[in-house]
């Protein structure tokens, strides 16, 4: 039996009726021209635009949370020291007056803490308050809270507010950083009623200030147990007034005249009015 080549024919070429190899297809002159005005015209014709899509405004700021105690490399034979609670770091650019986007969008998320260590490695890689531009504030509230009057830890609350002179800016500096390890290390027995703090730095010619934010704006009695607290730990003198602002109130007010619940010297009036200007 005749034994199948093992050589693979190859394909033949595609030849006319003639036996020669086909050629490539030509256009006519004609529709040659034809084809390139039908271009000419698809490519001169304006494109149509997509419809644009309207997304809803979110109801609160979506984050991607960083949580540096995670990136800490800690010891097997080294135990953290855990916070009661957890912490994050925010900070807000540029005066009202100033901005271009919207609050939100000024405000952005930095880090968030639950350990002692993870709290300094945080801080110590933060500019201090004196070197940020003027209008700008930075915010340490627990975790779960976003540092906005909206928010519903927040809506029904206020704030101590003490202010300080620009001329002594090393004193911002160290009160904010005294508050801060007043807060997470639990010094204030109040701490399941405030929400965080924040330091706002004025621009020229303002003055700077460090607010503890409240829950409950009409429980007088423990805002004001937290407000003797926050006077005693950033050593406030007697001369220097402390003032409890509602925060549904200051997102109201139609002028610079800020209404105040509660002052640290305590008040005769209990509407005491202050032109007391803020810029958050």
């Known amino acids: 039996m005749a034994e199948s080549s093992s050589v693979e024919s190859k394909p033949k070429k595609k030849s006319n009726s003639s036996g020669r190899p086909a050629r490539p ?43 540096i105690d995670d990136e800490i490399d800690f010891s097997p034979a080294f135990l953290p020291h855990r916070l009661q609670s957890s912490y994050a770091f925010w900070v807000l650019h540029g005066s009202r007056g100033e901005r271009k986007t919207s609050w939100e969008d000024c405000l952005k998320y930095l880090v968030s803490f639950r350990t002692v260590e993870g709290f300094w490695a945080s ?33 029904k609350g206020g704030r101590w507010l003490v202010c300080f002179e620009q001329a002594k800016r090393e ?11 007043a807060l997470i290390g639990e010094q204030f027995s109040e701490s ?32 004001l147990r937290i407000g003797t607290k926050m006077k005693t730990l950033l050593k ?22 800020l209404k ?15 032109p007391f200007d803020l810029d958050d």
Not at 211 to 221: P, Q
Not at 237 to 257: C, F, I, L, T
């Open 123 to 155: 801080h110590q890689h933060m500019k201090a308050p004196s070197m940020l531009d003027g209008g700008s504030d930075y915010y340490l509230f627990k975790d779960d809270i976003k540092p906005t009057w909206e928010d519903e830890n927040n809506v």
């Open 171 to 181: 004193e911002l500096d160290c009160a904010w950083t005294d508050l801060l390890i």
């Open 192 to 223: 399941e009623y405030i929400c965080g703090a924040a330091v706002s730095v004025g621009k020229k010619h303002k003055e700077d200030k460090i607010s503890i934010w409240t829950r409950d704006a009409t429980d007088d009695e423990m805002n």
């Open 236 to 257: 406030i003198g007697d001369e220097q007034k402390m003032k409890y602002v509602v925060h549904k109130a200051s997102s109201s007010r139609a002028n610079s005249k």
């Open 260 to 274: 105040t619940r509660l002052t640290i010297p305590s008040q005769q009036a209990k509407d005491y009015l202050t």
């Open 25 to 67: 297809h030509r256009c006519s002159e004609s529709s040659h021209r034809r084809l390139k005005k039908a271009e000419k015209t698809e490519s001169s014709a304006p494109e149509k635009q997509p419809e644009p899509v309207v997304c809803p405004s979110p109801s609160s700021i979506e984050v991607n949370k960083v949580m």
